[in-house]
T-cell receptor, first 114, second 113 residues
Framework: NAGVMQNPRHLVRRRGQEARLRCSPM?????VYWYRQLPEEGLKFMVY????????ESGMPKERFSAEFPKEGPSILRIQQVVRGDSAAYFC????????????FGSGTRLTVV | SQQGEEDPQALSIQEGENATMNCSYK?????LQWYRQNSGRGLVHLILIRSNEREKHSGRLRVTLDTSKKSSSLLITASRAADTASYFC????FGEGAQKLVFGQGTRLTINP
């Protein structure tokens, strides 16, 4: 059981480029959550997805950010036209049942925009 | 302010002492969870306490939950240098659409050898 796998671990992008962050949930988990952590802060909820559905995207910025969790393959968090303020650690978590028994977090992707 | 607020923001103690961290929240919850994060690393789930539970133990960890005061505490007994990390409480929010975790700002714990 490999746990929640996120890649890449570190990603450097120039302003204006696109960033794609991938998350493979634990085996048997069909609920995926994305969180963002700014330096010295706690995690902020971004989006909650189940296979092929966005359940709650109340934490997603209105522009440039999108997320998907296709029937096959990992969940993708996509940030278009990145700006310096997007630099943060992005964590993915998965659960088997909407969080009733806790969540398993990945190691995160640290995005640096230069 | 945030749903989960930890207190203190930073705590520095000697190895062997006990460390107590507190968390307050605002809305009704399904459960409350504590996580540890080592510098620059991911989160490790420590313990989950449900809204109908008052106390839970796991090894050197003891968590209490007081739903009337909307507060929780995490006690680490006989601290070790390896316990140095940031500790976050997260509330699993009830009744705000889909379930999700709401994190506090964290307590940065330093254990001095």
């Amino acid at each position: 059981n490999a746990g929640v796998m996120q890649n890449p671990r570190h990603l450097v992008r120039r302003r204006g480029q696109e960033a794609r962050l991938r998350c493979s949930p634990m085996k048997g988990h069909s609920h995926v959550y994305w969180y963002r952590q700014l330096p010295e802060e706690g995690l902020k909820f971004m989006v909650y997805l189940q296979k092929e559905n966005i359940i709650d995207e109340s934490g997603m910025p209105k522009e440039r950010f999108s997320a998907e969790f296709p029937k096959e393959g990992p969940s993708i968090l996509r940030i278009q036209q990145v700006v310096r303020g997007d630099s943060a650690a992005y964590f993915c978590a998965s659960s088997p049942s909407g969080g009733h028994y806790g969540y398993t977090f990945g190691s995160g992707t640290r995005l640096t925009v230069v | 302010s945030q749903q989960g607020e930890e207190d203190p923001q930073a705590l520095s103690i000697q190895e062997g002492e006990n460390a107590t961290m507190n968390c307050s929240y605002k809305t009704s919850i399904n459960n409350l969870q504590w996580y540890r994060q080592n510098s620059g690393r991911g989160l490790v789930h420590l313990i989950l306490i449900r809204s109908n539970e008052r106390e839970k133990h796991s090894g050197r960890l003891r968590v209490t939950l007081d739903t009337s005061k909307k507060s929780s505490s995490l006690l680490i007994t006989a601290s070790r240098a390896a316990d140095t990390a940031s500790y976050f409480c997260a509330t699993d929010v009830f009744g705000e659409g889909a379930q999700k975790l709401v994190f506090g700002q964290g307590t940065r714990l330093t254990i001095n050898p």
